[in-house]
């Protein structure tokens, strides 16, 4: 299970880019617990989009 949906960081996202917190103010506000998160998130949504935001999850490696 993932900590944060897609949804969520879209959320977080878009309340960043129409308001004017910042970035540490907007993980406070949804209690995240970095605000290097959300600024990671921002750069993932900037250049890719809401695909950006997607749960990735790491393939499995077999011996």
């Known amino acids: ?9 879209f959320k977080v996202v878009q309340d960043y ?5 910042g970035l540490k103010l907007i993980a406070r506000k949804y209690q995240i617990k970095s605000y290097t998160t959300v ?17 990735r999850r790491p393939g499995k490696v077999y011996d």
């Open 1 to 9: 299970m993932t900590k944060y949906t897609k949804l969520f960081k």
């Open 17 to 21: 880019l129409t308001t004017s917190l």
């Open 39 to 55: 600024n990671k998130w921002i750069r993932q949504y900037q250049h890719f989009g809401t695909e950006g935001l997607e749960v």
